[in-house]
């Protein structure tokens, strides 16, 4: 199997990454281990966790196979599907050493997207990203200095569905698994929100659920407090309401002006903003109702 200019794995066979959510019964964990060891799969990661309040058992687990030819994606898939109606499975497979496509959202404001075109060259966040799109042309140059395509889409109320619709064809003609809104400051229509479900992450300048809206961290100063943080989550058509992913903190002092919580906020939102992308990469987030669940 050719492999992509992503890291390779440890192992010269071919990673794969399961991801199942059913509901929770017995007997789940030893078909699936059953099934691997059948085809020769030898498991490098397996974590589980079952969630008490909605009776739902989630699993990821890592694999490669004996010798590396065993067994390709397509086959995996077909013979897979047979276990899956026992247990009402949902799943999927994932050949590792394919980086998932992403497309980027930004507006202004450069400290995410720096952050993400950084780790993405240095190999920390094994995607390819297929656009940098915009709705002013002040950050072309980052992109077009990693050699990425730019798109700028300047939007007006009256322009927002068509412009929208732009976006959403370009993540289909691009083959774009993922969005990331990158301190993308439009909110998108619910049409468009709905479209993405699930696929699509922000980074929202604030701990949620506290200091919704503009301005956060003055907000976070006027009131005096001692934590800041960001929050990455899910889009959905609920304004800063989708499912958490991840979130960082720093504890802050009465001494920092607004500026300061400003600067330590960016960093925050970075780290926050690169881990959420991370685990999606990896495979690791299962939507279970209103929040996640990150294996």
Request: aromatic share 8%; proline share 5%.
């Given at each position: 199997m050719q492999h992509s200019s992503s890291p390779a794995p440890s192992t010269a066979s071919a990673l794969f990454c399961l991801t199942v959510s059913c509901p929770s019964r017995a007997g789940q964990v030893a078909a699936i281990?059953?099934?691997?060891?059948q085809r020769r799969g030898y498991i490098d990661e397996f974590t589980v966790f079952d969630e008490k309040s909605t009776q739902q058992f989630f699993v990821r687990c890592v694999f490669h196979t004996d010798p590396p030819q065993a067994l390709d994606i397509a086959s995996l898939n077909r013979d897979f599907a047979g276990l899956t109606q026992r247990f009402?499975?949902?799943?999927?497979?994932?050949?590792?050493s394919r980086r998932p496509k992403v497309l980027i959202l930004v507006s202004k404001l450069e400290h995410c997207l720096a952050d993400l075109l950084f780790r993405a060259r240095m190999g920390e966040l094994p995607m390819n990203i297929t656009a940098v799109v915009s709705n002013h042309d002040t950050l072309r140059g980052h992109a077009e200095a990693a050699e990425i395509a730019f798109h700028h889409l300047p939007v007006t109320d009256e322009t927002r569905p068509q412009q929208?619709?732009?976006?959403?064809d370009l993540v289909r003609t691009?083959?774009?698994?993922?969005v990331v809104l990158a301190r993308y400051m439009q909110i998108l229509r619910p049409e468009t929100s709905k479209a993405l479900a699930g696929r699509a992450i922000n980074i929202h300048h604030s701990f949620l659920p506290g200091f919704k809206g503009a301005r956060p961290y003055h907000q976070?100063?006027?009131r005096g407090v001692k934590v800041i943080g960001a929050t990455a989550h899910f889009v959905t058509d609920d304004l800063d309401e989708g499912p958490i992913i991840t979130q960082s903190v720093e504890p802050v002092d009465h001494t920092q002006t607004?500026?300061?919580l400003l600067a330590t906020g960016r960093n925050l939102e970075c780290r926050a903003l690169a881990r959420a992308v991370r685990d999606y990469l990896e495979r690791r987030v299962f939507i279970s109702g209103h929040r996640t669940v990150v294996l």
């Amino acid at each position: 199997m050719q492999h992509s200019s992503s890291p390779a794995p440890s192992t010269a066979s071919a990673l794969f990454c399961l991801t199942v959510s059913c509901p929770s019964r017995a007997g789940q964990v030893a078909a699936i281990v059953s099934f691997l060891d059948q085809r020769r799969g030898y498991i490098d990661e397996f974590t589980v966790f079952d969630e008490k309040s909605t009776q739902q058992f989630f699993v990821r687990c890592v694999f490669h196979t004996d010798p590396p030819q065993a067994l390709d994606i397509a086959s995996l898939n077909r013979d897979f599907a047979g276990l899956t109606q026992r247990f009402s499975m949902r799943w999927a497979i994932h050949d590792m050493s394919r980086r998932p496509k992403v497309l980027i959202l930004v507006s202004k404001l450069e400290h995410c997207l720096a952050d993400l075109l950084f780790r993405a060259r240095m190999g920390e966040l094994p995607m390819n990203i297929t656009a940098v799109v915009s709705n002013h042309d002040t950050l072309r140059g980052h992109a077009e200095a990693a050699e990425i395509a730019f798109h700028h889409l300047p939007v007006t109320d009256e322009t927002r569905p068509q412009q929208e619709t732009t976006i959403l064809d370009l993540v289909r003609t691009t083959g774009s698994e993922l969005v990331v809104l990158a301190r993308y400051m439009q909110i998108l229509r619910p049409e468009t929100s709905k479209a993405l479900a699930g696929r699509a992450i922000n980074i929202h300048h604030s701990f949620l659920p506290g200091f919704k809206g503009a301005r956060p961290y003055h907000q976070a100063y006027e009131r005096g407090v001692k934590v800041i943080g960001a929050t990455a989550h899910f889009v959905t058509d609920d304004l800063d309401e989708g499912p958490i992913i991840t979130q960082s903190v720093e504890p802050v002092d009465h001494t920092q002006t607004p500026d300061q919580l400003l600067a330590t906020g960016r960093n925050l939102e970075c780290r926050a903003l690169a881990r959420a992308v991370r685990d999606y990469l990896e495979r690791r987030v299962f939507i279970s109702g209103h929040r996640t669940v990150v294996l």
